[in-house]
C-alpha cells in the first residue's frame, strides 16, 4: 500500500504528532503506521510531549464557562462502555456521529469523517479513543489474570502474549467476544486493515486425542462462494482452559470460524464453524 | 516535574489506582498549574488520577467529571485560544473539547498513553479543526497579519507567567535549534500544516519534517517523557 521508503514515511511521525499533516499525506502516513510499531509507538510517546506544550499555554476560563460546560453534560450521550461488541462497529460508525452531533452544533468536522473509514490508525489519542478501549482493557485484565494462572499448563508462550499486548494497545484495535454454540467463549482480537488476528478461546469441551480445534479464516462471499483459509489450531487445554492462537493473512471482510476436525486437520472446514466471529473492516 | 509524574504513571493502569502513584500524580499537577486552579480546582496531593477520574467518566460519574474539569479546563481553554486566537471561538472549541470528552471517556485506554495526553490532543486536534476550516480562512489571515513568526517563546512564558511548566517547557524549546523550535511552535501553537510551516519557513519541506521531528524528541528528552 505504501509506496514512500519506509524511511521518509517514518520520518513524519512528528509532523503527524503535531497534527500537521492533512489530507492525502495524512491518509498515507496512518496507512504507514498501520503497518509500523516503532511509528505507532513513536507518535504516542510524541502526542505526550506535545501535550507539555499544551500545558505551558494554561489559562482560566472567563467567568461562567464551568457552569456552561457542566450544565451541557447531562445532555450529551456518552459512548458506552463496552456495550455488545459485535454491534460496537456500527455504532461507532454511526451512532458515534450522532451522538456529536446532538452535543455540538458546528460538529461535523471532516477529520473526524475521515478518521472513521479508517478506525485503524484513528488518530491515536482522541480517536484512541475509538479503539474499544474499555474492552481491551478488560481482555488485558483477562489475560492477565487468566494466562498468568493457567499458563504452566498452556502453551501460551511469550510471543503470543506479545502479539496480543501490541494488538490490544493498536489504536482502532477491535475486541470481538461471543459464547460459542459449544460452550465457552471465542474472542477475536483484530485491527482493521491489519493482517493479524489473535484468536482467544476459553472454556472449550475437552476433545478427545483424535480430534482438534480449527481456526478459518472464511472470506466475504464472492459469486456465492466463500474463501475459506485455515488460520491454525488452537493448542490442547485442560478443561476450563484458555488458549490462543496468533494467526495472519486476515483479508479485509474476513470471519473467524472454528470447528472441530480430525486431528492433523482439514483443507477445507468439514462442519459448520459452531462460533463465528464477523472482523470489523 | 509534573508533565513526566503525569505521563509515566499514566500510561499503567495499575500505578494509577495506587496511592502512591496518585499522590505523586495529584501533587505535581496541583503545584504547577495555577491556570488551572484559578478556575476552582482545589488539586489536593491525593486526588485521584485522570485515569481513574475519566474510568468513573465513563460511567456516567458527573461528579468526577467536575474533577476532569478542574484539571484540564484550563490547558483546553488555554491551548483552544492560542491555536484559534479568537476568545469566542476558543471558547466555543473548549467547550466542545470538555464534551467530547465526556461522551468518549469510555474510548480512553491508559495503555496507549496518558489521559492527560489523551484530552488535550483532542483539545489541539479540534483547535487545528476550527482554524483550517473553510469559514476560518479569514480569521487566519488575521492571525497571519497579528502574528509573528517566532514569538512564542516569551509568549508562552506570558501566559502563564510563573509557571513552573512555562517556564520547563520554555528552558527546553530554548534548547532547540533556532529553526526547530520555530517549526514546531508554528505547528503547535499556530495550527499550521508543515507544508504551510515550510512556505513560511521558507525551508524544504523535508527540512521542516526531519526539524520537527529531531526537535520534538530532544523536547521529549528535556520534558523527562520516558516513553
Redesign the interface.
Known sequence: MVRLPGRSQH?????Y??????GVEQDRFERHMDGCQACL?EV???????????????????PG??E???A???S???????ADLAADQAARDTGQDT??RS??P?PA???PARKMRRPGLA????????????V??AV?VFLGVRLNSVQSQLSVSKAEQLALTRL??T?GVRVLAARTKLGGDATAVHVPGQTRVVVLAKDLPVLPGSKVYQVWLIGAKVKGVNHIRSAGFLARTAAGGTTILVASGVRIGDTVGITIEPAGGSKQPTTVPFVALQLAR | MGVMAMTQAGPHGPSAGSGQGSGAHGQGASGQRPGVSQDGASLAAGDPPLELLLSRVSRGDQRAFEAVYDRLAGPVFGLASRVVRDRAQAEEVAQEVLLEIWRTASRFDPARGSAQSWALTIAHRRGVDRVRSAGAASLREQRSATTSVFPPIEDVADTVAASLEAERVRRCLGALTDLQREAITLAYYGGYTYREVSDRLKVALGTVKTRVRDGLIKLRGCLGVAW
Open positions: 520520518a513524519l511521525a512528528g509532523v504528532a503535531l497534527n500537521a499533516l492533512a509507538e504516542r510517546s510524541l502526542y505526550e510531549t506535545a501535550s507539555g506544550l499544551a500545558l505551558a499555554v494554561a489559562a482560566p476560563p472567563p464557562f464551568r456552561r460546560v457542566l451541557a453534560v447531562p450529551v450521550p456518552q459512548l458506552p462502555a463496552q451522538a456529536r452535543a455540538r458546528r468536522h471532516r477529520r488518530g491515536l489519542l482522541p480517536k484512541i479513543a475509538i479503539g474499544v478501549a474499555a481491551a482493557t488485558a490490544l494497545n489504536p
